[in-house]
């Protein structure tokens, strides 16, 4: 939350209050420093999301399945994602589309998405990782 004010505060104006939230909408949707707004934090946002999914996408299953440090783990799921940007970003698509589905019928759609998605996790670790690991 201190991130959307310090980026509010910047690019709207240091003492920008606003009364209602439609009226920060408004400001936001129809003035050029509300888009340089949005664009920055969805920016922002996607770029704190390519790294924690080029973290992590392998490193956890990795760390189940071998007797490997955090530290190596964490390069080997960067490796994995660098060796194979397109599938990789398209398996992050995939993600956020079905946990965005599946959380809309009161958060009950994760109760299957969740499991089902580690199940496939662990699958495309298990694809991926022997030639990483080997080369």
């Not at 299953?61 to 530290?71: A, I, Q, T």
């Not at 009161?106 to 298990?126: A, C, D, K, N, Q």
């Amino acid at each position: 939350m201190y991130q959307v004010r310090l980026l509010v505060a910047l690019l709207l104006g240091l003492n920008a209050s606003f009364s209602s939230f439609k009226e920060f909408l408004t400001v936001v949707l129809t003035t050029n420093e509300g888009l340089l707004f949005l664009t920055i934090g969805n920016l922002d946002g996607a770029a704190l999301s390519l790294i924690l999914f080029a973290l992590t996408v392998v490193s956890f299953p990795l760390l189940l399945d071998r007797e490997v440090d955090f530290v190596t783990a964490m390069v080997t799921s960067v490796r994995a994602v660098v060796a194979s940007p397109v599938p990789m970003i398209g398996w992050a698509a995939i993600i956020v589309a079905l946990l965005i589905v599946s959380a809309l019928p009161y958060f009950f759609g994760l109760l299957v998405t969740v499991p089902v998605l580690g199940h496939t996790t662990w699958h495309l670790y298990r694809k991926i990782v022997a030639p990483i690991a080997s080369g």
